[in-house]
């Protein structure tokens, strides 16, 4: 069974770079998938953040592309995101999921979903 | 790129059937068969139901099917139990390898 497990600061200040890591258990980050964040503020809807594939290619939104940076290290079957500049709109629950897909192609749904991690933006 | 739009909350009795509409445009729902849909229960993370506008993943339930016509995507739920009570979100392919999500539709079940 399929596994994925969302790590990282609950609280980032202002301005601060939010960072957060997806643990994947019972399959690989380096198998044919490709890899996303979505993340859900408080009392609103979801937002997808962008996606990487096995081998580092990746897609973000054009809303947030300027400020997302996501990376996978499939030597410890783990991938990662990096949001700059954060301000309390990002404030959110941020969810990592995975997308089945083959090689340079995403098949756009996500089958398997980490719990999510509260990510609170606040001096 | 705008979110799809989705009714803000539908009702139905144990039993009956209901339907969640989510509506795009040309530039996503209305060109790609890459809708899928999504159930969260309050302090859940989303569970995939439909993918592909109507194919069922393992193990849910029949009585989800999706359905799309022209910019519209459609999920219903027949024979409505009180677990289906939850949120409901639509997601399309967008192109230019983008998603985007419909806000959400609240299923309360009377």
């Known amino acids: 069974q399929v596994q994925l497990q969302e790590s990282g600061p609950g609280l980032v200040k202002p301005s601060g770079t939010l960072s957060l890591t997806c643990a994947v258990s019972?399959?690989?980050?380096?198998?044919?998938?490709?890899w996303s964040w979505v993340r859900q503020p408080p009392g609103k809807g979801l937002e997808w953040i962008g996606e990487?594939?096995?081998?580092?290619?990746?897609n973000y939104n054009p809303s947030l592309k300027s400020r997302v940076t996501m990376t996978v290290d499939k030597s410890k079957n783990h991938f990662s995101l990096k949001v700059t500049s954060v301000t309390a709109a990002d404030t959110a629950v941020y969810y990592c999921?995975?997308?089945?897909?083959?090689?340079?192609?995403?098949?756009?749904?996500?089958?398997?979903w980490g719990q999510g991690t509260l990510v609170t933006v606040s001096s | 790129q705008s979110a799809l739009t989705q009714p803000a909350s539908v009702s139905g009795s144990p039993g009956q059937s209901i339907t969640i509409s989510c509506t795009g445009t040309?530039?996503?729902?209305?060109?790609?068969?890459?809708v899928s849909w999504y159930q969260q229960h309050p302090g859940k993370a989303p569970k995939l139901m439909i993918y592909?506008?109507?194919k069922r993943p393992s193990g849910v339930s029949n009585r989800f099917s999706g359905s799309k016509s022209g910019n519209t995507a459609s999920l219903t739920i027949s024979g409505l139990q009180a677990e289906d009570e939850a949120d409901y979100y639509c997601?399309?392919?967008?192109?230019?390898?983008?998603?985007?999500f419909g806000g959400g539709t609240k299923l309360t079940v009377l």
């Open positions: 999921a995975r997308m089945p897909g083959v090689g340079a192609t995403s098949w756009y749904y996500f089958d398997y």
């Open positions: 019972g399959g690989s980050a380096s198998s044919s998938f490709w």
């Open positions: 990487i594939s096995q081998s580092g290619r990746t």
């Open positions: 040309t530039s996503d729902v209305g060109t790609y068969s890459l």
């Open positions: 592909e506008v109507s």
């Open positions: 997601c399309s392919y967008a192109g230019s390898s983008t998603l985007v």
